[in-house]
C-alpha cells in the first residue's frame, strides 16, 4: 500500500518513473529523494548498521542521515549514497549494503548478539593472544567485518572546477538567505546564493511553521522572491550545491550535483566543484534537528519529527498516518499541524515537558483534536521485529504503558548549525535558552543570519538581519512573517531517557552510523576515557560518515551529566571539514588522469615520435630515453647501438630542455663569482666554463656550462629538472642578499633549442650545415663559442662536450628548429649520423668519467668529494657554501669520494645501486648489519670497452686506487669480485675532446 | 592564425608571435633609451599596459616589461632593436620570440570559462581593462593581458599541446 | 589557503607564492671569520615562533619579487607585508594574542584554539 | 585505568609532552632504568598531538645505517608491543609499499634496497605485475608518471595511533608515573646552565631532569630555556574517506605522485598529504594541499574518484633541515630533547622512546641514538634523508 500523498506539495512532480531497490521495481515521482520514493512505497528497512548488522531505515529527511545509506548500481557503483539526499531518475538501480546474503536476512546481524565483545575499546582488550593469532585470524576477520559500500570497479571522472571571486557569499536559500538576497538586490556588490536543495525556501517549504511572509503564501513568496534575484544583475544562485568547507581568508569549496534527479551523461562532468574567494560571508545555513536517546531508538520506524514534517511538505509523502510523536519542544506541534491538514490523527503526542510549561495553545490544540497526550512524559522505547510496534512511554509518575503504533518521531530540540562557522575558526557559546552551541565571534568576514545564529523567533529575523547588514549598503527590509506555531521557542533538556526493560537486544544508542550506545559512554567513562576527544576515539562515538550531526551535543549532555560538568567545559570535538563528504572526484577536478601533470615537449618532439624514440620523463619534459631502430630491438641494443656509433662517427641529442639563464648588468662578474665555485674573472670573453653551483650547505646543487660573452654579460646552462630551482635561486639572492649588485636574469630556456652532436664526424657535419663558420680546432677550439645570423635570427654554437667526443651544441630559435634539425640529418646521413637519447648520453658520460648531478650526488657530496676541487676558485673570498665545506666532517679525508670499478671477471655485470663490501659472499640472511664502504652511482655495459664500468662513491675512495674489493648483487649472496679505478675509462687525455 | 574554438559565447585564437623581455631600473635613461629604440615610452606603473596598433607594451613585474608585437616584423629588425638596448649595461633584452604561444580569449563568457582553470580574479575592479598579471592558469605559469574585449594569455611553448588540450576539453564538458 | 597581497601584484592565493623562512636573516658579510657553530646557526637555524614571525615570501607564479611580511603563525593571519627595501616594523605594532607559549584553552581542542 | 593527579611539587624526570614518544620514555624509564618519580605532563588530552593525528605508517626501510638501526630498533618493539603492554596495538604488518615513477626513484630505490639488505632489514624490489598482484586496484600504466616497480617492505603496515598512547599511558601509570592533563609547561626554568624545573598552568614544578618531546612545540619550549632548535613547525594534514568494504591491503606510498594511502580496520581509507610550504601551528593547513592529495589518489586508484572525503585535518610537525630526528642532551644540563622527527615519527614511538629514556638517565646517548646530536648542525654529519637530491640529467 503506498502512502498517502499530500496534494497541496509544490515540490514533487505527478511524473512517474520506476526505480529498483534490491532487484525489486518501484514507482516513484520525478524529484523523490531515494528515501521519499522508498517511503512512497512503504519501505521502511533500508540497510544495516555499521558494526551490529542491526535492521536501519530512514533517520532523517537530509544531509544529516546516520542511517539510510545505499549503493547505486548504476554510475559506476557508487557506495555510502545517502538515501536522504539523492534523487532517483528513471532506472536508477539502488542496493542496500553491509548486509549478507540479504537484507532482510543478515548474517552478520549476529555480532548484535555478540555485543558484549563490541563494547567501547574492544578492540585494545581482546584479539591479542595467543601469538600470531592477531596476524593470522583476528585482524582478517575483523577486516573482512570493515566498511559499509563496495568501490566500484572501473570509474573516470569528468568533474570540473569553477572559481568565483565574489563581495558577498549567502550560504542557503532559506528563509534568512533569501531575506538577505532581496536586501542586495540591485546593490554594487557581487553576491552568490548557495543552496543544496532544488528549492529555495528551507524552512518555508520543509515545514508546515510559517504561514505567510509578506502577507503572501510561503509558495507564492519564495517563487517572487526568487524571480527578483534571477532579474536582477547582481546575484547567482546556485542550487543543488553543498558547501562543504570553510577555508581561511573566506575561501569556500561547494559541491555542485549537476545531474540531481538525472541520468548521469557520463562524457560529460557531473559535479562541478566551486571554489569561492569572497569578501563577505553571510552564513544562513539553518539548524540541525537532535535526537533523543532511547531504548532501540535505532528501529527503522523511528524518524526525526521535522524530517518527518519535511516529507510532508517536501516531498509530499506521509511516511505514516498515525505516528507517535515525542519531544522537548515547543516546535514539534507544527508536525501535529501538518498531519491534521491532511487528515491523519497522531497515535500519541508526548512531551517531556512540565505540563505548565506547555504552551496553551498546544494543549488546546491536542485536545480539540482528540490527540492522546502525555505531557512530562518520554518514550522509554520501542520495540518490533525490524520496525516499530510497540512504543513504551513512561508517564509523570513513573508509569510504563505502551501504544501500537508503526512510526516514532521523536525531537530533541535543534542545533544552529554550527559546523561551516566553526570551520572558518569562529569561536561558539552555549546558550542555555536553546541548549546548544552558537555562533560568538567570527574569526573571518563572517555573519549569521537565522537559526544558524541560535535565533528561533521568527518576529525578530528582519530585525537581526538589518542590524547584522547595516555595515553593507543596502536598505533595510521590514517583512512581516506569519506563523503556525507560538513564536517563543521553549525546550527542556533531554538527553537520554531512563531505560526500564533491558534485554540482549534492547540498545540505546548515541551514534546510529558507528552503533556507538550510550552504554558504551559511560563504560568509556569508567575506564578514564573522560575527555571528550578520548571518548570520541576510544568508542568511535561522531566518527561515522554523518559525523554525528544529530547526535554529537546529546552526547556532550549526556557526558557532562556524568561527570557532573557544565557542556561549556566538556567543550566539543572539532568540527572539521568537509560538513558532508565531498566527492574525491570533484576535488581532483580535471587535474588527473591525463592533466595530472602538465606535459613539456621540446620543438622536435613530434620528430621524435615519427622516429620510434621511447620518451622518459624529466621533469615535466618528455624527453627521448632512446630510438628503437625496429620493433625487435631491445633498449639495451638500442643504447649500445646509438653509443657506438657516436663514438664511430656521429651522434645527436636533443637537448632543449636544458634549462638556459642570462645574466647581465655591470656587476655580472661579481655576481657570477659568488653564486658558482669557480673564478670566472680571469675566464676570457667568449669561452665557457664547466661550473658547479652549491647549497650554503656545501652540498652540490647543479652543474653547467657558463658562456662569457664579456664581464658584464654571462649565459648559463643549467640541468634540465634544476632549471627553475637555479633560476629562483639566483634572483632570491639578487633581491635578498645583494641588491647592491646591478645585476638582470632572463630564463631562456623556451628560447633556444639546443641540439648536441658529437663525435669524430661532428665537425665536418656541422661544417656543412653552417658553411660560414670556421669549425677548425685554431679557430673555434674546446669551450669556446660563436655567436652568428641564422635565417636572421640570433644563434649560438658552443663547442663542449658531454660524452668525451668532439661536440657543438647549437642554440637556435624554435621557429627554425625542426628545419634545422631535419637539414643536420641531411648532411649527417652520409657520416650515418645517429639521434640518441639521455640513456646513452648517460653511458657515454659514465666511460668519460663525467658526474650526473642527482646519480653520482645526492644531496650529501662536495665538489672535493667528486675530485673537483680544481672548480673551486680558491682564491675568492667567498662564494655560496664555501665556508660550509671547511667544516670538521665536510674536511674529513674519509669522506665517500668517486671512483670507478671494473668487475675483475669483465664478463660480469654490476647493477646499480649496489654496495661495495670486503666481503666475497653474503650470508643468506642477514642478522648482523654488515658493513660497506659506498655505492655504485652508475653502471653500464660499455660497447667501446666492451665490459661492465661503474663508478661509486665509496669511503676513502681515493685511497682505494687499485684496490681488490667486492660489490653486492641484488638476490644472491655471491658478491662480485672488483677493482676500483680512476672513473675516467675512455680518453684520460682528452684528445678526443681538444683536437 | 587558427581557432582554436569557436562557440556562442567563447571563442578562442591561436597564433605565433614576436615578444621582447626587456628588465631594467624603469628610471629615466631607461625609458628615453627604449623610447628611441620604439618610440613608445614604457609604462610605468607595475601592471599596466600600453598599447598601439604594433605593439602591447606591458610592465609585469618590478623591473621587467614585455614587448608584444601584434603584427609580424621581419626578424632582423627584432634583433637589431635587442642588441642596440642590450648595448646598454643597465639593461638587459631577450628575444622572446616563437619560445611562447598566444591566445586570445573572447566571447561572452570568458570569465567564467578562463575561471574553470585559473582562480585569478578578473573582474574589472581587480583587473581593469590595459593592464596585464602573471599568474597560474591550467597550472602552468602564464601572462594575462586584458584589453577591452578580450584577453591574451602567453606561455611558454612547450606546454602549448597540453594548454590547448585543456581549452578544448573544457569547452566540450 | 590564505590570500597574500604581493606588494607588486595586489591579492593572490598562496599558491603563487613560495615561503623563504625567516625574514631579516643576514648572510656573513665574511663567513671565514665564523667557528663552524655560529656558521651552523647562520645555514640551518631559523627562528620558529608561535605567534608572531617576520618571514619573507616570494611570488614565484607571479612577478618573482621577493617581500616580507609578518604573520602570526597561530591564527596565519597576515598582519603585515612590506617590501625589502623598507624598515623592520617593531614587534609592538603587533598585538599577540597567544597568552602562553601554545595558546590553547583547558577544554576543547583547535576549534577553540587562539582569537584573532 | 590512568589516573588524573594533581602534580606533585617535584619529580626526578619531568616528560613535557604526552604523546606517544613522551609517555613511551615515562615507561622505559621506569620500566628498564627504575626511576619512578617522572612526570609527564599534557597540555590538552594525551595522544592528542601527532600521535593522535597521524597516517600510522611503520616501516624502517631508510637508507643510511644510523636512521636504519634506529627505526629498526622500533618496529622490533612494535612486533611485541600488544604482548608486552597487553594493549592490543593493532599492529599489522601487512607490508609497506614505495612507488618508483621514473628512472631516479628506480636508483634511488634500488640503492635503498640494497643498504637495507646489508644492514638485516626485509626491503625488497617488487616489479609492476608483483605490484597489481599485491594491489590490483592501481592504475600502473594509464597515468601520467607510469608506475615503474616499488620498493616493498613486508614488515611494515600500519597500527592503531590512540592504543600506543593509552597502552604506555596504562602501564607507566602503574608503575607509578604521574600523568597530568590539560597542564601546559609555560616556561623550563633553568639556572646557570642547569635545569630546574618547568612552570606550568599548575605552578612550578621541580626536577633536575626536563626532556621535552613536544613535537611541533618543543621549539616554542626551547625559547624558554634559552636553547635553539634547528626545528621548522609545518602543519601536515591527513584525511580520511567514507568507510568500504576492503579493497587494499597494503600501504602504498609515493613521492613522485605525492600520495600515500592505508585502509583501516574500520574500513576507511586514510590518506596522508604533503606539509605545507610555510611554518604554521593551525592544525589546519591549506585547501591546496588537500586537492594535491586527492589528485594524486585518483590518479593513482583511479576508483577511489568514487570515494569521498570524510574528514580533513591538520598536524604541526617539527622538521630538522636534514629530514632526521634531533635525541640529544644540549648545552643545559638536565634538559633533553626528542623532536624533529617531523612527518614520520609515529613508526619510531617505542624505539625512539626506548633509546631517549637510555639517555635521559645514563645522561648520555644509547648507542643508536649518538649520531642523532646537535652538534651535526654544527660539524656537518648530517644523517640526509631527503632522499636523493633533485632529479637531474
Ligand atoms: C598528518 C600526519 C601524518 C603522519 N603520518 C605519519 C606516518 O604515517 N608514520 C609515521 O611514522 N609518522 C607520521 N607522522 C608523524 C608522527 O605523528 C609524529 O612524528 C609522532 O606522532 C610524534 O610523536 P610525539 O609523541 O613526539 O608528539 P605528539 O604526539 O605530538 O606529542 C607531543 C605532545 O606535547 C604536548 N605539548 C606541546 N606543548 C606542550 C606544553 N607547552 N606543555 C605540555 N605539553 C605540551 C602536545 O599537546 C602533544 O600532545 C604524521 C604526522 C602527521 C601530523
Ligand atoms: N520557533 C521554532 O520552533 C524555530 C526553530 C528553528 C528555527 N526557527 C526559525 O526558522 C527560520 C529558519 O530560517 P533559516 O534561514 O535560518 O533556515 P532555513 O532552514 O530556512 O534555511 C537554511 C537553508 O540552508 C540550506 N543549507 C544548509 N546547509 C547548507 C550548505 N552547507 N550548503 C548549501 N545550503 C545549505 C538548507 O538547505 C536550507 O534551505 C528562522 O527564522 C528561525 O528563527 C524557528
Ligand atoms: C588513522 C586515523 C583514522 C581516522 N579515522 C577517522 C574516522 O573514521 N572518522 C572520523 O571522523 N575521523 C577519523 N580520524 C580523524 C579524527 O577524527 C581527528 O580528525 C584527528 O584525530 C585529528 O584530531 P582533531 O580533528 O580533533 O584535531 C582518523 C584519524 C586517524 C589518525
Ligand atoms: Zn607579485
Known sequence: MPALRNKNCNYISKKEIKITFDGKSYSAYEGDTIASALLRNNIRLIGRSFKYHRPRGIYTCGIEEPNALVQILNEHNEPNTRATVKRVYDGIKICSQNRWPSLSFDIGSINNILSPIFSAGFYYKTFMGPKGFWKKIYEPLIRRTAGLGKPPKNFRSKSIHQNHNIDILIVGGGLSGLIAARKLIGTDYEVLLIEQDSFLGGILKNSNKVKKVDGKNVFEWVKETEKLILESKNIKILKNTLVTTYNFTNHLIALEDKYAGKKIDINKSELILHKIRTTHTILANGHIERFISFRNNDLPGVMLASSFEKYIERYGVVADEKPVIFTNNSSTISLVKSLINLNCIPSAYIDSRKIDDIENDTKEYLSKNNIPFYPESEVEGCEGNKKVEKVYIRNSHNKISFINASMLCPSGGFNPDIHLFTQSKGLVKWDDKIISFKPDTAFQNTITLGSVSGNYEFKNLCKEINKKLSFLKASDLNLEIETNIRDDFSIKELWETKINKMSKWSKSFIDLHNDVTTKDLKQAINEGYDRIEHLKRYTTNSMGTDQGKISSINSLGIVSKILNKKISEVGTTTYRPPYAPLSFAAIAGRSTYEYYDPERKTPIHNWHIKNNAVFEDVGQWKRPWYFKRNETETMHQAVQRESRQTRKTAGILDGSTLGKIEIKGKDALEFMNLMYTNAFSKMKPMTSRYALMLGEDGMIMDDGIICKISDKHFIATTTSGGAPKVFAHMEEFLQTEWPHLQVYLNSITEQFTTFNISGPKAREIVGKVFSEIDFSNEKFPFMTFKTFNYKNTQARIMRASFTGELGYEIYISPQYALELWELIFKYGKDFDLVPYGTETMHLLRAEKGYVVIGQETDGTVTPIDINFNWMIGKKKKDFIGKRSLTRSDTAREDRKQLVGIVPLDKSQFIEEGQHIVECESLPSKIKKPIEYLGHISSSYHSPNLNHCISMAMIKSGNKLMGKKLFVSTPKGTKNIPIEIVSPVFIDPENKRLTS | MTTLISTDTVNIIQKNFQQILIRGDGKDQFNQIINKEISLQPPSKNLEIKISDKYIFAKNSFDQWTLVYLIEQNYKEIIKTISSLNSNDEILASDYSYGQVYFEVSGENKDEFLNKLTQFDLRNKKFPDLSMAQTLIARIDCYIYKLNNKYIITCNKSYEDYFKERLVDLINL | MILINCPYCGEREQSEFTNGGEAHVIRPKDPDALNDKDWGQYVFYRSNPKGIFYERWVHSHGCRKWFNAVRDTSTDTILKIYKLTDNKPDISEFQNTLESPSGEPAVGSGNFAVKK | ?393
Open chain 4, 1 to 393: 585505568m590512568w589516573e588524573s593527579p594533581e602534580p606533585k611539587k617535584g619529580y626526578d624526570v619531568i616528560i613535557v609532552g604526552g604523546g606517544g614518544h613522551g609517555l613511551g620514555t615515562a615507561y622505559y624509564l621506569a620500566k628498564e632504568h627504575g626511576i619512578k618519580n617522572i612526570a609527564v605532563i599534557e597540555k590538552g588530552w594525551l595522544g592528542g598531538g601527532n600521535t593522535g593525528r597521524n597516517t600510522t605508517i611503520i616501516r624502517s626501510n631508510y637508507l643510511w645505517n644510523e636512521s636504519a638501526n634506529l627505526y629498526d630498533h622500533s618496529v622490533k618493539l612494535w612486533e611485541n608491543l600488544s604482548e608486552e603492554l597487553n594493549f592490543n596495538m593493532m599492529f599489522s604488518q601487512r607490508g609497506v609499499m614505495n612507488l618508483a615513477h621514473n628512472e631516479h626513484d628506480i636508483k634511488e630505490m634500488k640503492r635503498r634496497i640494497s643498504a637495507n639488505r646489508l644492514n638485516g632489514l626485509d626491503t625488497q624490489w617488487v616489479d609492476t605485475k608483483q605490484i597489481k598482484e599485491l594491489v590490483p586496484i592501481m592504475n600502473t600504466e594509464n597515468l601520467r608518471y607510469p608506475v615503474l616497480g616499488a620498493a616493498f617492505q613486508p614488515r611494515g603496515g600500519v597500527a592503531r595511533h590512540d592504543a600506543v598512547a593509552w597502552g604506555y599511558a596504562l602501564r607507566s601509570n602503574e608503575m607509578g608515573v604521574d600523568i597530568i592533563q590539560n597542564c601546559e609547561v609555560k616556561d623550563i626554568k633553568t639556572d646557570n646552565h642547569k635545569v630546574e624545573g618547568v612552570n606550568t598552568s599548575k605552578g612550578f614544578i621541580r626536577a633536575n631532569k626536563v626532556a621535552v618531546v613536544a613535537s611541533g612545540h618543543t621549539s616554542v619550549l626551547a625559547q624558554t630555556a634559552g636553547v635553539r632548535l634547528p626545528l621548522q613547525s609545518r602543519p601536515l594534514q591527513a584525511l580520511v574517506s567514507e568507510p568500504i568494504k576492503p579493497v587494499i591491503n597494503t600501504v602504498v606510498m609515493s613521492n613522485a605522485v605525492h600520495a600515500y594511502v592505508s585502509q583501516s580496520d574500520k574500513g576507511e581509507l586514510v590518506i596522508g598529504a604533503g606539509t605545507d610550504g610555510y611554518n604554521s601551528f593551525t592544525q589546519r593547513g591549506g585547501y591546496d594541499v588537500i586537492e594535491e592529495t586527492v589528485r594524486a589518489i585518483v590518479e593513482l586508484y583511479p576508483i577511489f574518484g568514487k570515494m569521498k572525503m570524510l574528514r580533513q585535518w591538520g598536524g604541526i610537525v617539527d622538521i630538522c633541515p636534514d629530514a632526521s630526528p634531533i635525541i640529544s642532551k644540549c648545552e643545559v644540563k638536565g634538559l633533553y630533547f626528542n623532536c624533529g622527527w617531523g612527518t614520520g615519527g609515529f613508526k619510531a614511538t617505542p624505539g625512539s622512546a626506548n633509546v631517549f629514556a637510555h639517555t635521559v638517565a645514563k645522561d648520555e646517548p644509547h648507542k643508536i641514538n649518538e649520531a642523532f646530536n646537535l652538534e651535526r648542525f654544527s660539524n656537518g654529519r648530517l644523517i640526509d634523508e631527503h632522499g636523493a637530491a633533485a632529479v637531474a640529467h
